[in-house]
């Protein structure tokens, strides 16, 4: 069994002799076939095989496997983006009528997805109110629960013993997005967790160079408990196909493919997969300099007079830090620190000017630092009792730390206080 940091590099792809040492782009949209009973066998599920880009892919398929070995997982689907990687572990257990529920501490495009576009669909979703057991806010027709492993932006760890215990005991997946963290840092399946989803667009990738998602599979929940039927009762699209039944190894992901996949089209392109599958290769050994430059700027601003607060599960007096300690490797969690600068938004947004080797974009998680205030971009679209209730307010800058050299970022947010 190879160490993480050998997986990132060598996972996927195994080339025959003679064939290209680097995973190739397999940049066509379509496959040749010798006889039309092979064609006939692919669109019957009775063969392993490509049928078309939209539902995989050769390249896709490596990184499919990569991304499912590092967490440790049964199988794996890229998609065209996070969101998307989202939205299919949702509707792949979910439809009219049924309900989801979430935790109260999620990403803004997260937020808006279930609250806006899942309920136009006809499915609920409600969050987690903070005092209430789990297992009183969960329904008959509850279909999954959703949160983060550490949140996006209020950078908490997720207490996974009391969602996993609250979902085993409904009978339902328990499904976590590791996108900060990423398996280097938490692997949620050996904490419980049934099904993973990624924005790839982030540490994956590393280079803000692609947009990508995907989603895992654990292999081990029993979808046969009779909340399931989509999964386990004959699919009419394809002749009757039975997922649980002729493909127990992975019901979840092959549904999610043959089926949502196919009929939404939000499948990655085979150069995205390429790109991927580049930063993937260097994940690890960047997941360490993310944390080691995060803890270093934390630890700088939590001694600044003006600064209010910093929120970074790596310091020891963080609200977060046992938690870290428990699920983390190491305690680490990621390169993303939340603080609070004195004299609310004004102030942040001058802090934010005065910044030089930072910069201020839409995106986070990458080998650059970057800051953005999410009162009033990813977080937006909140009402005002949605922010507050998230931990998000008018002061709050979050900082994405690179893989620059410590001191360097040290510098620059000391020369934009400094102003």
Known sequence: MFKIDT??????????????????????????????ETVGDLFDLKVPGHMYTRISNPTAECVEKKISDLEGGAAAILTSSGQAA???AILNVAGTGDH?????????????????TMKRMGIEVTQ???????????RTNTKALFAESVSNPQVDVLDFDAYAAAAKQAGIPFIVDNTFPTPVNCRPFEFGADIIVHSASKYMDGHACVV????????????????????CSPDPSYHGVNYCRDFAGAPFVTKARVQLMRDLGVSPQPIAAFLLNLGLETLALRMERHCQNALAAAK???????????????????????????????????????FGVRGGRSAAAKLMNGLKLAKIVVHVADNRTSVLHPATSTHRQLTDAQLKAAGIGPEMIRLSVGIEHPDDIVADLEQALRQ
């Open 7 to 36: 997986k990132c590099v060598q996972s996927g792809y195994e080339p025959d002799n003679g064939e290209a040492r680097v995973l190739p782009i397999y940049q066509s949209t379509t496959f040749k076939y010798d006889t039309a």
């Open 212 to 231: 990508s998602g995907a989603v895992v599979e654990s292999g081990k929940f029993d979808w046969q408990n009779g909340k399931f039927p989509g999964l």
């Open 100 to 116: 989801i529920l979430v935790s109260d501490k999620l990403y803004g495009g997260t937020v808006n997805l279930f609250f806006v």
């Open 300 to 338: 700088y601003l939590s001694a600044h007079p003006k600064i209010e607060w910093v929120k970074y599960p790596g310091l020891e007096t963080d609200t977060a830090y046992p938690a870290a300690q428990k699920y983390m490797k190491d305690g680490q969690t990621c390169g993303v620190l939340a």
């Open 86 to 88: 989202v939205m299919l």
């Open 128 to 138: 987690v109110v903070p005092g209430v057991p789990l297992g009183k806010q969960i």
